[in-house]
């Protein structure tokens, strides 16, 4: 097993990971990512996101998509988990929980006091691995989301 930086050579490995977790989170025609969006976001200058991958033999077998974000209470940095993935066919083998580890200890890194994520309700699988390694949802806390006619509408008005 090897956890490495994703590189631009890896953008359609990316692609097809993140395909395949739309079709598990039951949204297989959600994804309006093309390699151009994942290439200027997170690649360029100013990347919006990074990415570290998990190979086994050379081949990647998962990703994990985080970037910052700083709170005010605290007054530091947090590191954000976007997207955590890792093929079916091999899961068990702890690529993801050493992807999780990968990102604590970048999170340490960078003088982070929260490590963040969001984990869909009926996912007991993952929301299990995440309680056994010792993190737990936040009560009282409720995700918003603003997109679409809203956003323009907010924007505009």
């Known amino acids: 097993m090897n956890i490495r930086k994703a590189i631009k050579k ?15 989170e ?43 974000t700083w709170s005010t209470w605290e007054g530091c940095p947090s590191l954000y988990l976007e997207d955590l993935y890792v093929k079916e066919s091999t899961r068990g083998k702890g690529f993801g929980l050493a992807l999780l580890k990968k990102l604590a200890q970048i999170a340490l890194e960078k003088k982070c006091k929260r490590f963040e994520w969001s ?10 691995f995440y309680h056994s390694i010792g993190a737990a949802h936040k009560e009282g806390w409720l995700p918003y989301r603003i997109e679409g006619d809203a956003l323009n509408n907010l924007a505009q008005g």
């Open 10 to 24: 890896d953008i359609p490995d990316m692609l097809s990971l993140i395909h395949e977790l739309a079709i598990y």
């Open 26 to 68: 039951k949204e297989p025609e959600a994804v309006k990512t093309t390699p151009e969006d994942l290439l200027r976001d997170g690649f360029g200058e100013n990347p919006f996101f990074q990415c570290i991958v998990v190979e086994e033999n050379g081949s990647i077998q998962g990703m994990a998509l985080y970037f910052f």
């Open 119 to 128: 984990v869909l309700d009926w996912n007991m699988p993952a929301r299990n």
